[in-house]
């Protein structure tokens, strides 16, 4: 009985670091990243290029909220003279699920021509968006357009690889699944990290 209290006390004590662990994690990289961060689009610095991280698409081709909210408020910025091009990036490994197109399409529908605008399809997860921004596109100098939880972990990835990326976060709206998508967030950090290290 005692070496089970023991175990239950151990496992516990693991747990509840481990928890810490990523609160501090989390924090730590909002503090890193809140100066890049621009919430007032009057005082956010022009750039080149908006970079809008890509998210779910539905079968029928339509954005989702979370994608739409990416894009609108990219679209803003663009209208306010803030960016004159799109980097568009995410997800379009098969033939039946494309996030990039619906994203220029969405644009497009939008009277932006299509020269202002260009799709990197293997812009899988965050660290890739960021990575291929530079070393493909050439990139210098962006706005990346996301979520507020999500902001600070790309800005952070971007800060480490020496870009100067700053960003703007997408418009607000509550979302069926935020709480999970802020607890993935905590998860994630932990990801970043390490493809930080092991580049």
Do not use: C, W
């Given at each position: 009985?005692?070496?089970?209290?023991?175990?239950?006390?151990?496992?516990?004590?693991?747990?509840?670091?481990?928890?810490?662990f990523?609160?501090?994690?989390?924090?730590?990289?909002?503090?890193?990243?809140?100066?890049?961060?621009y919430?007032?689009?009057?005082?956010?610095?022009?750039?080149?290029?908006?970079?809008?991280?890509?998210?779910?698409?539905?079968?029928?081709?339509?954005?989702?909220?979370?994608?739409?909210?990416?894009?609108?408020?990219?679209?803003?910025?663009?209208?306010?003279?803030?960016?004159?091009?799109?980097?568009?990036?995410?997800?379009?490994?098969?033939?039946?699920?494309?996030?990039?197109n619906?994203?220029?399409?969405?644009?497009?529908?939008?009277?932006?021509?299509?020269?202002?605008?260009?799709?990197?399809?293997?812009?899988?997860?965050?660290?890739?968006?960021?990575?291929?921004?530079?070393?493909?596109?050439?990139?210098?100098?962006?706005?990346?357009?996301?979520?507020?939880?999500?902001?600070?972990?790309?800005?952070?990835?971007?800060?480490?690889?020496?870009?100067?990326?700053?960003?703007?976060?997408?418009?607000?709206?509550?979302?069926?699944?935020?709480?999970?998508?802020?607890?993935?967030?905590?998860?994630?950090?932990?990801?970043?990290v390490?493809?930080?290290?092991?580049?």
């Open positions: 009985m005692r070496i089970l209290k023991r175990i239950a006390v151990f496992t516990l004590l693991l747990i509840s670091l481990g928890v810490a990523l609160y501090g994690l989390s924090r730590f990289i909002a503090q890193e990243t809140s100066p890049r961060i919430s007032d689009i009057d005082s956010l610095p022009a750039a080149s290029t908006a970079i809008v991280l890509g998210a779910s698409v539905h079968a029928d081709g339509q954005l989702s909220p979370i994608l739409q909210d990416r894009m609108d408020s990219a679209l803003n910025l663009y209208r306010k003279g803030k960016v004159k091009n799109f980097l568009l990036s995410g997800d379009h490994r098969t033939d039946d699920y494309d996030e990039v619906a994203m220029r399409n969405y644009l497009l529908d939008r009277s932006v021509p299509s020269y202002h605008i260009t799709t990197d399809p293997s812009g899988i997860d965050t660290y890739d968006s960021m990575f291929r921004s530079s070393r493909v596109y050439n990139i210098t100098d962006a706005i990346v357009v996301t979520q507020k939880f999500h902001l600070p972990r790309a800005l952070f990835i971007a800060k480490n690889m020496g870009l100067n990326h700053v960003g703007y976060p997408a418009n607000a709206r509550e979302y069926e699944t935020e709480g999970s998508l802020i607890r993935r967030e905590k998860l994630a950090n932990v990801k970043a390490f493809e930080l290290l092991t580049k």
